[in-house]
């Protein structure tokens, strides 16, 4: 069964520090990871990232990807409060009939307080 | 570009009641997923399709649970009769193609008595 980790599960930062979040995987037919913010509502679309070493970079999100060691990291740094939300990890491996089935983690919450 | 639309948005029902959620992907979106997202997990996948045919469908509780897509576009999602485990969001996605990432809607949160 394919299963996602990430930790730590809670964060609480104050504004204007820098936070790493981790996500390890164990996945057959392994095709991408997404990140995604979620806030009180539906998740919003980070990155995606196939690719092992290439970061991936929004402003001041960035991401790597580790095929070998089956792990991600999203960094954020210079923390506002905005950024307050859970993260969620998701793997998408390849299923049966050409499906492709994303996995998702408990995911991390973060708290960022002035 | 408008986004992924569901309505209702929230709405409480009592066990053995039946229930309908619909969904309206993003234009142009060929593949539609039904998630359902307990309370301080990620989302769990119901239910895939590919306009309007079935693509994955493992993990949807038959006895209970039916999803359409008659035109391959709009989706709607039924629960009948609810149980109170059935309380959660249930947030309908949709991508381009049958991979990649998947953009979701707002959701709605059912709740069980």
Redesign the interface.
């Known amino acids: 069964e394919d299963k996602v980790v990430q930790s730590p599960l809670s964060l609480v930062v104050h504004e204007g520090d820098t936070v790493t979040l981790n996500c390890s995987y164990e996945v057959t037919n392994f095709r991408s990871l997404l990140w995604y913010k979620q806030e009180k509502k539906a998740p919003t679309f980070l990155f995606m990232l196939t690719s092992s070493g290439i970061e991936k970079k929004s402003g001041r999100l960035s991401s790597i990807l580790d095929k070998k060691e089956l792990f991600s990291i999203l960094n954020i740094t210079a923390t506002q409060t905005g950024d307050s939300a859970v993260y969620l990890c998701a793997v998408e491996a390849r299923g049966g009939a050409g499906s492709y089935q994303l996995t998702f983690g408990k995911g991390t919450k973060l708290s960022v307080i002035p | 570009e408008a986004g ?1 639309a569901q309505s209702p948005r929230y709405k409480i029902i009592e066990k053995r009641q039946s229930v309908a959620f619909w969904c309206n992907p993003i234009s142009g979106h060929a593949t539609l997923y039904w998630y359902q997202q307990i309370l ?6 119901l239910i ?1 399709f590919q306009n309007n045919g079935v ?2 469908d ?1 993990q949807l509780p038959k006895d209970r649970f039916s999803a359409e897509r008659l035109k391959g576009v709009d989706s709607t999602l039924k629960i009948q009769p609810a149980k109170l485990e059935d309380s959660a969001v249930y ?1 309908c996605a949709s991508s381009s193609g ?10 709605t949160r059912l709740t069980v008595t």
């Open positions: 992924v301080g997990q990620g989302p769990k996948l895939q693509v994955d493992s947030l049958l991979a990649g990432g998947r953009y979701f809607g707002p959701g």
